[in-house]
C-alpha cells in the first residue's frame, strides 16, 4: 500500500477492498462514517494504514476516536499501548491509558444498564 495512496478516496476505496468492514453492510465508500473508519484502521490496521490516516483525517479527530472506542475495550490492550507510545507519543502510557480506560469504561456502562432491568 504505501505511497501509491493519494486521496482520501483512495484510501477508502483500499479499506473497502481489503474487507475492513465485513461486519458492516457497506457497499460504497461515501456510507463510510469518519469515525467508522478511523476506529476499524486502529483496531486492525497495519502501521501504513495508520499512518495514511494522519493524511486524510485531523489528528485532533484520531485522538478523540481512540480515546473513546478504543481505549476501553481491554480486547486492544496491546495495540492501545503501541498507539499511545508510537503513533500519539504519550510519555507516561500506563496512566494516560488508565485514566482514559476509566473515563469511558464500557463494562462499566454495560454492567450498569444491566442492573437497571
Not at 501509491?4 to 483500499?14: P, V, Y
Not at 496491546?78 to 507519543?89: D, E, R
Amino acid at each position: 500500500m504505501g505511497n501509491r495512496i493519494k486521496t482520501k478516496n483512495e484510501f477508502l476505496q483500499s479499506l473497502l477492498n481489503r474487507n475492513f468492514f465485513w461486519s458492516y453492510s457497506v457497499t460504497n465508500i461515501t456510507n463510510l462514517t469518519d469515525d467508522l473508519v478511523i476506529e476499524q484502521v486502529l483496531s486492525y490496521g497495519e502501521p501504513d494504514d495508520i499512518l495514511n490516516l494522519k493524511k486524510h483525517f485531523k489528528y485532533t479527530h484520531i485522538k478523540q476516536v481512540w480515546q473513546n472506542c478504543l481505549l476501553p475495550d481491554n480486547r486492544f490492550k496491546n495495540s492501545n499501548v503501541w498507539l499511545a507510545k508510537v503513533f500519539f507519543n504519550i510519555r507516561q502510557t500506563n496512566k494516560y491509558i488508565a485514566k482514559y480506560s476509566k473515563l469511558n469504561d464500557r463494562d462499566g456502562h454495560l454492567r450498569l444498564l444491566a442492573a437497571q432491568n
